[in-house]
């Protein structure tokens, strides 16, 4: 016989028997095992022995106790048991407004819901612990013979020890069943040694009652301790009292728990072993006192027994390094029932023995903020911040170099410094040259810091303004790589508009102004004009003009050192106001030959070079001889240009030169946009207009939507006439002015006829001498039934416009028409019927239309 089949003969005869089926040995559960399930089959058939039972039973035999997780957190738990902790929470935060916002302490410590009540079984097992009816005995037997046992207690007390007979070892300690069970196995096993330890231990029955989060009987393991049976139910509500745990047994008090001993000192000699049918009885919290401020845990404490404020502060961990001991406010009711506020003194043996009362609110003042021996420095500073005072420091002390103490983006060239007058509380701004400061140590610029002063620190807007021009074209540069990059992986770019000279200086300005008063004017000036950083600025300590000047930044080169203006404010003889405007001879201030102090309220204008770096261009495109983008001067005309460019080759076609002004593009756009605004209000109308006889409103829409989607569509040229031939050889025609932006294109002799408009096919026709007008029409087709025959018209290749019926030496409709020569037929407005339209609203549409399509076959 096989050992499989051994194997399964004994489980047959020995699988009702549960010591005896633990004789088995692991390697035979284990081979059995890894056989194939159908083999496994065949065998358990032929055998007669339940496969699954078999199974199940080697399953149950070497499982290990799982761990249970016996209480989950609040936010994993059911939607009516997470709406009833949204209503508790609720009412627990109306509580701790009562309270400052204050939440009671220790209530978390076993906040949760249980999520099973099975018995805890991870809990070490002491060797004092008493068996009992329940409990399970582990025996490994080796040697001689090798058994694992299994050995239930059972409801007499003993336990069934094979071949040996009962063994009664209920109400012994585990160390004592112990020795009595290898005692017996040395006596009547020979040559075999044991090993014992308990295994699957006794549940028991107890009850969680009073301000239990969830209260009610639970079962838990015969180890288990007043906090377990804590765990398991979930905790104590905050109406329920943290130090007055009671432990009952049969009716009696046999002890009492107080939590803060294990939360404040991991005291857990109260923690009591509890046995089957104890209470835990949670009773109402009781008298509560709060205590905020600069303790280490601010929080609401339960009073047990008479508390002082010394040992209320060792509660709440103590007072932190920035509390003020010497102040201690009390908020108490007195015998009135009125709120009151009482001071204490931690550091007196008064104060610390001070008796609080149940409702009293304690706040610990925390120190005051740095009062003196300082100095400060704000703005573009590698490290801002509060520096240590000495007498006789300078500010080479401070900032003792331009690249490591200050940030890429500083204006390394200029600081101020904010003084406080210590016995008038003013404030003001001595101007700091930081560069030459730094450079010549001890010398007149490296001034003697007075305690308190600011340095103010500022961002050269010209180096911020570089960076960020490489910071965009690198990101343009790497947008597929920047598109792949996280969101938090992006750095956030430093805000330097908080270090310029207008954010810096603007609470500075702001109390100069709040000081200001009879006697003491406000000690602010402006400087506008050619100036890196034009705005208000305090008056310079020196007030010279040129000191004010450079704390704006310095001239800029469109800057005209000829004169300057100083406008300045007083008051007359009779008590009015007065201005009083000084010419300045601005060049010889900078160079110190002239000085002048400033006053309160001055304003500084430095001038501009009249038209500095004004350059004016005019391009020229098409048939000059030298095309190109040309710089005019002052007063020049479009034909010294057109010398300068070489004048027209011999394939210009003067007469259809197309000169555009960007102040006309500008004007059309503004028509554009007023006809389309007068389009879309007349749409309206007929749209809301509630009559359709015969689907005329419907029509009428449409006309109306097409126009308006004509006057959308086109585009602004800004198109001047003008007789390009004339402006060439004719020195009587009128000079033509240029402006910048003027652009003149000269086409090509041109060989066609255009027809616009309402025709059946709009199209260019090859030009013939001897057509007219009407011949013209007839080849696209003619007029449609939208077309206004009346208000025909012809664009001359030069851009003027002749009206057929109306010229008189245009001779009618019958007139020959030249190359390059536009016909107009315009929609008839007259059939919209009671619509304020603009009868030439088309005209503007294809004038533009016309003069792009001029310019674009050009190209």
Known sequence: MTLTKR?????????????????????????????????????????????????????????????????????????EERERAREEWESDEEQDQTYGGLKPFGYDLFAGSPTTFAPVTEIPIPNDYTLGPGDVLRVQLWGKENQQLALPVSRDGTISFPQSGPLTVAGLSFDQARDQIKKRVSEQYIGVQASVSLGELR???VFVLGEARNAGSYTVSSLSTITNALYVSGGIQRTGSLRKIQHKRDGKLIGELDLYDLLLAGDTSDDNRLQPGDVIFIPPVGDRVGIDGEVYRPALYELKNTTNLQELVNLAGGLTPQAYPQLVRIERNNDDFLRIIAEANLTTRKGRHAKVRPGDHIEVASISDITGQYVEVKGAATRPGRYAWVPGMRVSSVIRSLDNDLLQEADKRYAAIVRTDPETDTVSVINLRLRQALNNPGGENDIRLQEKDQFLIFADEGKVSAKNSDLNDSKRQDAPRIMEVEEDEVAEETDYSRFSREALFAPVLQRLKAQAKPGAPQQTIQVTGPVRYPGEYPLPASKQVADAIYVAGGLIDSASLHTAELARFGVDSDGTGETDIKNLDLQAVMKGQATIALQSRDRLLIKSIPEF???????????????????????????????????????????????????????????LREAEARLQGDLLGVQLKGDDI???????????????????????????????????SDDAYQAIRLQDGDRLTVPLIPQSVSVFGEVQFPTSHLHTEGLTVDDYLERSGGPTRQADEDRVYVVKADGSVMLPEKSRWFGGRSQQLAPGDTVIVPIDVDRLNQLELWSNVSQIVYQMALGAA????LQ
Do not use: C, H, W
């Open 203 to 205: 549940s028991m029955r």
């Open 613 to 671: 770096a004004q350059a004016k261009t005019i391009e020229l495109a098409g048939e000059v001889r030298y095309p190109g983008e040309y710089t005019v001067r002052n007063g020049e005309t479009l034909r010294d240009v057109i010398q300068r460019a070489g004048g027209l080759t011999n394939n210009a076609f003067p007469e259809g030169a197309v000169f555009t002004r960007e102040k006309l593009r500008q004007l059309e756009a503004q028509r």
């Open 854 to 857: 001029a310019v674009g076959n």
């Open 7 to 79: 194997l399964l003969t004994v489980l047959a005869l020995v699988l009702p028997v549960t010591t005896a089926a633990q004789s088995i040995s692991q390697s035979q559960i284990e081979q059995f095992r890894s056989m194939p399930r159908a083999q496994q089959e065949a065998l358990a058939n032929q055998y007669g022995v339940d496969l699954d039972a078999i199974t199940s039973s080697v399953g149950q035999q070497n499982q290990r106790p799982r761990n249970v997780n016996v209480v989950e957190p609040v936010d994993a738990i059911s939607d």
């Open 694 to 728: 015969g689907g005329q409103n419907a029509q009428r829409t449409q006309q109306v939507r097409d126009l308006l989607d004509d006057v959308q569509s086109a585009r602004p040229v800004g198109r001047m006439v003008i007789n390009l031939e004339d402006v060439v």
